[in-house]
């Protein structure tokens, strides 16, 4: 263990930092007491700075840090389209997507479903979220970010696992419980610029120490030289990892399904948007997250491409001591998700290190922070408010949002310890919450935009689409996963139009949303950004094809 004092009084420095920055903008102003809009909505006045950097805080987690660099150690670059992919995804969801959400007031996701359609699917789909964020998403991010601190700090046993994963819990309940959103998303702003600078030092520095002769640029010949395979983003069909990322369809495919789910229908990413000072603010702030999205795989998959080469050792790499004896199992296999963490233990100076694991706290705990105001957020006003009371006080809904969200993480702290060591943390999670999505992107993509569709047909469409998935899950099916999604939205898709034809008398839905072109117009801010984006996006995929 090389965690010296200096990196145990920086940690601790920022740990003190970040909650004391959480209380002190939540605070309540004088005579004014903390009611829903605030709590749950930061009172709508969030700057286009504040929600870019708190929608990349939200996102980047240790399902990125330790993940995705664990998928770049297994697969390479290719694993660098769900980033650069969301980035383009972003311009859409601002374009098309955010102003009928803003137009609609809404607070959360299911309460739009409500709205267009009826309160039997919002009270299904809002069990569901509620459901996902707990027993996925933040035992998945808790149980990452614990096995990175027992990997960083400790000896990689697993013996600091659980201790870890109470400590990621009470930096984010400590300030999110109290503050709300405004706690959230204006932390996040200091966390992304932690999380972005303590990415970008772990990335130089492991280039540098790739060979003997050291130096970022040489690092980075080096790795593109000895592994030329991790450098293609289109994979071919003969690539081992082809059924994780089956080519072309990354681009054309059910990439689409995974991103527009993700960026446009989740409530914990979306809900800062939804916080926005106006529509206005809330495209510039998507169009900034969206070069910042451009930038997350110099911080996550280029150090998971080192510690493969490093692990190879092909000619000209540094020799490590007992790197292999590092990410092989006990059993056999490798030990993807090592990657991130073991780079850091094994180069990241000791007085720098302390820094370094900050920026991965940073980035774990603005998740966590995140996903506890949004299952609070859909619980209290979805469930608690409608179902359980009517005439509940603004007071009783804020304290009922702090005991659902601690409540939820109690429950994550309990069942992360059993997730174990799943191979490729990403993918798995990627390939399990897609069992679900393209059904929730099909109803909502048709109840944006085709004013026929019918309540009926969105509850059919939700339930079939769940069966589709499992059957084109099927061995015999030998489809990849992402395919499988795609083919999964069409097909809901075509059932949504079919029941929606033959059940209704009317011409159009009652609920259907009207649109405009007026209604999509954007200024010339975000258009500006919006084609910046789509050419870096066309330069790195000719660059890396």
């Not at 069990?127 to 400790?154: E, H, M, P, R, Y």
């Amino acid at each position: 263990m090389n965690f010296s004092t200096v990196d145990y009084f920086v940690f601790v420095l920022y740990i003190i930092l970040i909650i004391a920055l959480g209380l002190y903008v939540s605070r309540n102003k004088k005579g004014k007491k903390k009611d829903t809009q605030d709590y749950f909505l930061a009172s709508k006045s969030l700057p286009w700075w504040a929600i870019g950097s708190s929608l990349i805080a939200a996102n980047i987690s240790a399902e990125q840090f330790i993940g995705m660099s664990g998928s770049g150690f297994a697969i390479g670059l290719a694993i660098a389209s769900y980033e650069w992919m969301a980035a383009v995804t972003l311009l859409i969801v601002g374009k098309y997507f955010l102003p009928i959400f803003i137009e609609k007031k809404i607070y959360t996701i299911p309460e739009f479903i409500e709205k267009r359609f009826g309160t039997e699917l919002k009270t299904i789909l809002a069990v569901f979220w509620i459901a996902l964020f707990v027993f996925v998403n933040l035992t998945s991010v808790l149980f990452l970010g614990g096995k990175a601190i027992d990997t960083i700090i400790g000896t990689g046993d697993g013996s600091l696992i659980f201790y870890a994963i109470l400590v990621l819990a009470f930096i984010a309940a400590a300030y999110s419980l109290w503050g709300g959103l405004s706690a959230v998303a204006w932390t996040d702003v200091l966390q992304v610029v932690l999380l972005v600078l303590g990415g970008l030092i772990t990335s130089f520095i492991a280039l540098n120490a790739v060979t003997p002769e050291g130096g970022i640029i040489h690092g980075f010949e080096h790795i593109l030289k000895v592994a030329p395979e991790k450098f293609h983003m289109i994979l071919s069909r003969d690539n081992p990892q082809y059924f994780n990322l089956p080519g072309i369809a990354v681009l054309i495919g059910g990439m689409w399904v995974a991103n527009l789910y993700y960026w446009g229908f989740n409530q914990y990413i979306i809900q800062r948007t939804l916080a926005a000072k106006s529509l206005k603010e809330g495209q510039r702030g998507i169009a900034f997250a969206a070069y910042l999205k451009l930038l997350i795989p110099v911080l996550v998959v280029v150090p998971g491409i080192v510690a493969f080469v490093l692990f190879t050792q092909p000619a000209g790499t540094t020799i490590i001591q007992g790197v292999k004896e590092a990410f092989l199992k006990a059993g056999g296999g490798v030990n993807y998700d090592k990657a991130y963490p073991w780079l850091i233990a094994q180069f990241i100076p000791i007085g720098i290190k302390g820094l370094v694991l900050a920026a991965l706290v940073a980035a774990i705990v603005s998740s966590l922070a995140s996903m506890l105001n949004s299952t609070s957020t859909i619980f209290t006003m979805d469930i608690y408010k409608p179902y359980l009371n009517k005439n509940a006080s603004e007071k009783i809904l804020v304290r009922t949002g702090r005991i659902t969200a601690f409540t939820a993480l109690i429950i994550a702290i309990i069942v992360a310890p059993l997730l174990g060591n799943i191979p490729q943390m990403f993918q798995y999670i990627q390939e399990y919450t897609g069992l679900v999505s393209p059904g929730i992107l099909a109803i909502f993509l048709m109840g944006l935009f085709w004013k026929k569709t019918t309540n009926k047909a969105a509850i059919w469409g939700a339930t079939l689409s769940i069966i589709v998935a499992f059957l084109l899950k099927l061995p015999e099916v030998d489809l990849p996963w992402m395919d499988q999604m795609l083919y999964t939205m069409l097909i809901t898709i075509v059932i949504i139009v079919g029941i929606s034809l033959t059940t209704s008398d009317d011409v159009d839905d009652p609920k259907g949303i009207p649109l405009t072109a007026k209604m999509f117009k954007t200024d010339s801010v975000f258009n500006i950004a919006a084609y910046g984006v789509l050419l870096l996006t066309a330069l790195l995929y000719a660059i890396f094809w």
